[in-house]
């Protein structure tokens, strides 16, 4: 399974490339990054980052707090494999949403300049579902993925900043 995930990961990253390449990464320049249970503990040089529960309401979920620039990020991109690199980055600004623990759209953040064009590329939301399926069947558990999200009531500002995009 993992020579599968690693492959649909690596087609996101490529189907992201061309909004990522246009506005340079801003996403990496700046803010923070959640990290589930499960990819903690493969983040290199993590003892050099922040981490928090900013909100104090994300379970097991924590957030790395990034500063200025990730400290990932190069002028050539990210510089951690592929394989290393979280599903809050490999996503971004696209969040999965739930019904009865099966994902059924995505919520896509309009912080992204490409949000748009992102919502409109089937593709690109296909394999994003098949990632987070992987992701829900072995790594995260539906409990973790909905601390995560937390609900529109205690996210009310960062929900009214995207766009609901439903899945036939």
């Known amino acids: 399974m993992l020579k599968k995930e690693t492959a649909i990961k690596k087609e996101i990253v490529n189907l992201f490339g061309k909004y990522c390449s246009k506005c340079e990464g801003a996403c990496c320049k700046g803010g923070v990054f959640s990290v589930f249970p499960f990819e903690r503990r493969n983040i290199p040089n993590q003892n050099n980052i922040p981490i928090s529960d900013k909100s104090g309401k994300r379970g097991n979920v ?56 992102i919502s409109k590329n089937k593709n690109l ?41 439903m899945l036939k």
């Open 62 to 117: 924590k957030d790395l707090v990034m500063g200025k620039n990730c400290p990932f990020l190069t002028e050539k991109g990210c510089k951690l494999k592929i394989e290393l690199r979280t599903m809050d980055c490999l996503t971004y600004p696209v969040y999965p949403i739930l019904k009865e623990n099966k994902i059924n759209g995505f919520l896509i953040h309009k912080s992204c300049p490409f949000y748009k064009e």
């Open 125 to 165: 939301l296909r394999l994003l579902k098949k990632l987070w399926e992987i992701q829900l069947e072995q790594k995260i558990s539906v409990k973790e993925l909905q601390e995560w999200l937390g609900d529109d009531n205690y996210w009310k500002d960062w929900y009214s900043q995207t766009i609901k995009v």
